[in-house]
């Protein structure tokens, strides 16, 4: 716990019926105590939970106040905390903190009661992120997912993984030191399946991962263009899905949709039907749903065929991005078609994977400045996805080695390799200044 006793205004700026002030730190106590009068209760910091009533001196006059004492390690900072709950007057609640930081307090760095949980043990990174990113929400769907995020679990459920690897890895390391005729020594097989009793525990965490993620969580990427465009064979090499694909125009009737992975988040990705004259009532139905899909999406893309671009026309008025698909059936130039000039252009092809990572960094930076930072949550969760796949590849590489006959030596290499990964979440492995940047963002006085 840090010697340094911390205060801050933790209300949002602006007037208001009521305004907080922050303390915490091991002296906490004690600036309130000197601060209070005419307490009702008396104030006793030696209690775990009290609220006091009384008047605030802060130097100049005397506030009404209401305290809100928690006391170490039961509060949010595992320190000695206090809430100071005075009028919400600006000028009133600076000269409340001016006269605590007089009385020996030293002003809260951003983010710095959030660290402080994080080094006491109180949150994991994960949690913390999700603190920042609920303070961050612009909209109520942002709310749900940092609240999701918060609330969700995932720290328990890494600390169960995280205790069967470190177990895993003892058991191996004794293999390494016993000869298999000692009693120390422990069978591969034994090892073996304890190994896939870690790999059922991290499905079970990715699978509650990607139902946090789920549509709602997302950004949705509408693509849209002609039939035949080649919009369901881009969906399918950026998804992994597997849409039907036929050179006959008006085979997809129906709006797909499924993750597509940008690197730094995820998004949405939602196919649909060509954009033509409906020759049938069930065409007509279809073009009518897949427009829905493209008024609630946060990006559409407009794909042409480039063997076709001249052919294109005019984009719609809803697309941000033309996307010249098969380009590998026609040569590198500079384009002609009604496209040009009047959208960005990007060249893919999903048969050979040209232009896909550049596809996906223009989309990932159109997004960040439609959105801002009001998808954090949607960007964690991406992270601590991430993080759970790379633990789950290393321990599934290690695994196989064993079952392959490799020596035990690489087995325990590959659970050190997946407790790193692992380690991510909790925020173990993150570099120091990693953690300045996050904390950072934070407000003064959370």
């Known amino acids: 716990m840090s010697a340094r006793t911390i205060a801050a205004i933790a209300s949002p700026p602006g007037p208001a019926r009521r305004g907080i002030v922050r303390v915490s730190g091991p002296h906490a106590g004690e600036l309130i105590a000197a601060a209070l009068v005419h307490a009702e209760p008396l104030f006793d910091r030696r209690a775990e939970r009290a609220l006091v009533r009384g008047e605030f001196d802060d130097g100049i006059g005397r506030q009404p106040v209401r305290v809100l004492w928690m006391r170490a390690p039961r509060s949010y900072t595992r320190e000695d905390v206090a809430e100071l709950h005075l009028p919400g007057a600006e000028p009133l609640l600076a000269r409340a903190l001016a006269r605590l930081l007089e009385l020996g307090a030293a002003p809260a760095r951003p983010g710095e009661f959030t660290r402080r949980a994080f080094e006491n043990g109180r949150l994991d990174l994960s949690q913390c992120e999700a603190v920042l990113a609920l303070s961050e929400a612009a909209h109520e769907d942002e709310r749900r997912a940092a609240l999701g995020l918060l609330e969700g679990g995932l720290e328990e459920r890494a600390r169960e993984i995280r205790a069967a690897l470190v177990e895993l890895l003892a058991l191996c390391e004794a293999g390494l030191d016993f000869e298999e005729v000692e009693t120390g020594h422990v069978a591969a097989d034994e090892l073996g399946e304890r190994a896939r009793r870690c790999i059922t525990l991290l499905d079970g965490a990715l699978r509650r991962e990607a139902a ?12 849209a263009g002609a039939p035949s465009a080649g919009k369901s064979t881009l969906w399918n090499a950026l998804t992994g899905g597997r849409a039907l694909v036929s050179e006959q125009p008006g085979t997809t009737r129906d709006a797909l949709a499924a993750p597509w992975d940008l690197g730094p988040a ?21 073009g009518r749903l897949f427009q829905r899909e ?16 001249e052919e294109a026309g005019e984009p719609p008025r809803d697309a941000r991005l033309c996307i010249l698909a098969k380009s590998d059936l026609v040569p590198l ?3 002609t078609s009604g496209t040009e000039g009047t959208l960005p252009t990007a060249r893919v092809s999903a048969r050979t994977g040209a232009g896909i990572g550049e596809l996906a960094r223009i989309v990932a930076a159109e997004l960040g400045s439609r959105r ?17 796949v790379r633990t789950r590849g290393e321990l599934e590489e290690a695994l196989g080695g064993l079952e392959s006959g490799l020596g035990l030596d690489l087995l325990a290499e590959g659970l050190r390799s997946s407790l790193e990964a692992l380690d991510e979440l909790s925020g173990r492995t993150v570099p120091e200044d990693v953690l300045d940047v996050l904390f950072a963002r934070f407000c003064l006085g959370k």
């Open 333 to 335: 130039r500079a384009e």
């Open 294 to 309: 493209r008024e609630r999406a946060d990006l559409v893309l407009w794909v042409v065929d480039s063997t076709r671009a």
């Open 212 to 223: 946090r993620a789920a549509p709602p969580a997302l950004p949705r990427v509408v693509l």
């Open 266 to 286: 995820s998004v949405l990705l939602v196919d649909g039907p060509g954009v033509e004259s409906a020759r049938s009532s069930v065409e007509a139905t279809a």
């Open 372 to 388: 801002g930072e009001a998808g954090l949550a949607r960007v964690l969760v991406a992270r601590h996805r991430q993080a759970l």
